[in-house]
């Protein structure tokens, strides 16, 4: 998508042909600056300090990072550090793991001379199939958007709400729950985005609100405990979020807050759907409140915001009374039944085993 006019991905291979080059999402919304990647061990802490952040992009990094250590030493001993080493930035998003286990069962039978070139391969691979994917999402949610288009009055935007930030910035290109609002905008149907801020690292005010706003897509900031009132106030049409890992079974893990936003959303027959890529889906988990990891960060995330002054400097301050613990849970699960639906790049299903095994018949059972 755009920055300043400009077509930007989220993640890029340099001239050189080596180092990786990223958004630096940490600085956003009040600085655009990029981070340079030169070995397995700063993907990694980009990764965990959330440099990159989004379950696609997570994978995508994790893919580089692969192919940068490779670069370093083709061996099979530095091909399990670098896989171990990857796999523990963030327990959550699935899609890690996926990419992770893609590169290595490709490097692993092929002889270490070659390997360095087929994990740069691979990764471009990754990032560029992530881009069509979210087109095919995109496509797909498009549908929904048009049908609850024609129950408006002539020229009223549909209202969609989401959560988090599951755009562009969390993917290598177009995003996830955002792939069908950025295809309706450019498609003229009148669209407007209620976006949560989503605390406690803001970043549906900071990323979604930024990337929304480039690309010039009416939006209106709200603070989380918003959306009830909303919904009970016949503003919301719909609700579209990304989601971290998604159970064989349907169940959605999310950004913490997502889970109540289904709630509100049951309760007001308001449509609840997901926007997910298939490497998003894992197979193996039926029972998402259960199986699914649930992250849990650093408390400064929650008693510090950062923010930019009038002089335009950034800072961070305080905002939790001195002494108070805080508590930090970065995700919650959406049981399968709130969810009306799964927009994948396959088509849409119901949030259930069947309906993710009859767009997906080849996966079940799979771990990654
Ligand atoms: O903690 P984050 O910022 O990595 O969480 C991101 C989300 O929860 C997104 O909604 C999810 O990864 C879907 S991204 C297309």
Redesign the pocket.
Known sequence: MKINGRPTRTIWLNDDGRTVEVIDQTRLPFAYETLLLQNVEEAAIAIER?VV????L?GATAAYGMALAMADEPSDANLEMASDRLMRT?PT?VNLRWAINRVKSELIDISPKDREASAYKLAARICNEDVEINASIGRNGLEIIKKAATNKPKNAPVNVLT????GWL??VDW???TSPIYMAHDEGIPVHVWVDETRP?N?GASLTAYELGHHGVPHTVIPDNTGGHLMQHGHVDLVI????RTTAAGDVC??IGTYLKALAAKDNSVPFYVALPSPTIDFALFDGVKDIPIEQRTGDEVSKMTGITEDGSIQTVDIVAEGSPVANY??DVTPARLVTGLITEAGICDASREGIATLFPDRAGMTD
């Open positions: 959330m952040r989004g379950a696609p997570i963030r998003a959560h988090c930030n599951a969390a993917t995003g996830t729950a690292r970043q979020t990304g989601t971290d999310n950004k970065a995700f």
